[in-house]
Every structure is written in C-alpha cells, then in structure tokens.
C-alpha cells in the first residue's frame, strides 16, 4: 500500500526502483499495493543517457530494511530490476 513519508518515521527508507515513464510507474504501484506491500514513492531527479547526459525526472520508489527482502522477490517475479539489495 502507498505510504506517505511521515508512515516512515525515524526509519530509514531503502530505494528500490526508479520509474523514468509514468506508465512504468503505475504498473509497479499496482505490483506493489496487489502484493500487500508498504512503499513510498516521490518525484526526484535523476541523471541519464549514455553519450548526452541529462537530468531527467522519475518517480522513486522506497520501503523499509523490513519489507526489503519480500519487494525485491516480488519485483523480479514481475520483471523488475531492483537497484537495491538486503543490507
């Protein structure tokens, strides 16, 4: 389920993804809320691009130490490549 970032607290969130297009986005927010997982998600700035860097916008995705373990396992069933592993 999507969470604000108060639901945070003193917990430091883990990034998990980034979602350059909308529709990317929304697919793993579907992913995510199906499987009765906690995230956050915010807007951000990234860089991009290989031979012509830019700064893009994408939509961040975060959950906590806890949850990290069963995201990362339901992203890949779903073909998402994380960015993050267990700590």
């Known amino acids: 389920m999507k969470r604000e970032a108060d639901w945070f607290g003193e917990t430091e969130p883990v990034l998990v993804y980034i979602a350059g297009r909308l529709g990317e ?30 700064t893009r916008t994408g939509a961040f995705f975060y959950v906590t130490n806890e949850s990290l373990p069963a995201t990362l396992e339901t992203m890949r069933a779903h073909g998402y490549k994380p960015i993050s592993e267990p700590r």
């Open 25 to 54: 986005a929304q697919k793993l927010e579907a992913v995510l809320t199906e499987s009765g997982l906690d995230y956050g998600v915010e807007t951000d700035e990234y860089e991009g691009g290989f031979i012509f860097r830019r």
